[in-house]
């Protein structure tokens, strides 16, 4: 089966042309595709259209199958793809607007030690029309269409590694930024990567102005590999010039996500490496406290540590801030619901 929202509206156009239906037709559809409708429910089209393309198209890509509310508002979801897979998103609410965090792949084989979503490696990865549809069924189940959006940002920082299903990520910006459609600036748009240099690279030739974050969990290479074993292939200074060469070609300062785990990276020796190779930088620190996954052995840094950890960043001239843990009690890290429905739904 294939996917209706991974086409732009020329794509969509042209393939419905091809099928002896007038031009409107497609942008009428893409309308309904990007208010978040699935194809059997686009009552303005005729049903004898609506059933010729349910024999080539999945009619809804991410049909909602749970959707848990925390007490700070943090809302989770879980989505089945049409293959059966389950992928897990999370919206919060901030003071600017609604924030969207999608996932990319299904699964991840990044295997950093303390995420939930690389335990059992990659499944597959997520075509741009899935990514896309995520945000479109949220949008709407939020109460918004794409006149008054409910999601105004999106961070790619649910399960997978965005640089690893390359390709699918940089259509899917495109496609959230259609004018005709979601309409969602790649301004309004976070990467996270766990630093795949290379891809670092090629972003900043995209002409795509999306906030780069970068997980760094800690200043030194030897820590690092230890927590994420990608750090054995690109050093931390290859990341650095990577970051740099982003900021020359977009003009957009990057960030940094960094999560505190007792013991391993919140030590004062982790704040003055971290001073070194950030000092004068245009980037920003974004500090979270780990969240406990049951299967792995980290223990979260305290709250009175961490506030002190990004003080003494601050103090030392390094903008940071510690990021409110959201939905805590929804499983909110990464990979930790799905896999907790999974277990339940398979015992
Ligand atoms: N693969 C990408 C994006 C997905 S992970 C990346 O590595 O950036 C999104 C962010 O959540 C990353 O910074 C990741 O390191 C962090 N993360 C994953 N599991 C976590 C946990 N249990 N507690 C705190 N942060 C976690």
Redesign the pocket.
């Known amino acids: 089966m294939k996917i209706l929202q991974d086409y732009n509206l020329n794509e969509l156009t042209e393939k419905m042309v091809a099928c002896g239906e007038k031009p409107f037709r497609a942008a009428q559809i893409f309308r309904n595709l990007h208010s978040g409708k699935a194809i059997s429910e686009m009552t303005d089209i005729s049903l004898s259209l609506r059933e010729k393309l349910c024999e080539s198209y999945v009619d809804e890509p991410c049909k909602i199958i749970k959707k848990l509310v925390s007490r700070d508002g943090t809302q989770k979801y879980l989505f089945r793809l049409y293959d059966g897979n389950v992928i897990e998103g999370v919206l919060m609410e901030y003071k600017y607007g609604n924030t969207l ?1 999608v ?2 792949q299904v699964g ?1 084989r ?1 295997g ?1 030690t ?4 690389t335990l059992e490696g990659l499944v597959r990865n997520l075509s741009a029309g899935e990514i896309l549809s995520e945000v479109l069924t949220v949008n709407r189940e939020a109460g918004g269409d794409i006149k008054n959006r409910k999601v105004t940002n999106v ?10 299903n390359y390709e699918e990520v940089i259509k899917f910006i495109k496609l959230l930024a259609a004018p005709e459609g979601i309409n969602v600036s790649p301004r309004n748009v976070s ?5 795949l240099v290379p891809k670092i690279y090629e972003l900043a030739e995209e002409g795509l102005a999306v906030n780069l ?5 800690s200043p030194f290479d030897e820590s690092r590999a230890r927590i ?1 074993p ?1 750090a054995k292939s690109f050093k931390i200074s290859e990341i650095l010039a990577a970051c740099e060469n982003y900021f020359n070609k977009t003009g957009r300062r990057y960030y940094f ?3 505190l ?1 007792s013991g391993e990276n919140d030590t004062d020796e982790c704040v003055n490496a971290l001073v070194k190779l950030l000092k004068g930088k245009p980037c920003h620190v ?1 500090l ?6 049951k299967e ?1 052995n ?1 223990m ?1 840094t305290d709250d009175e540590k961490a506030k002190a950890f990004m003080n003494k960043l601050n103090d030392k001239g390094i903008s940071a801030t510690l990021r409110r843990r959201m939905g805590v009690d929804i499983d909110g ?4 619901l799905r896999r907790r429905f999974i277990a339940e739904e398979n015992s």
């Open positions: 965090c996932s990319t991840c990044m950093c303390f995420c939930a979503s961070v790619l920082m649910g399960s997978g590694e965005p640089l690893d990467l996270s990567t766990c630093g974050t970068i997980s760094l969990h994420m990608v996500e960094y999560s785990i974004n979270i406290r780990l969240n406990e996954v792995r980290l979260s890290a990464c990979g930790q």
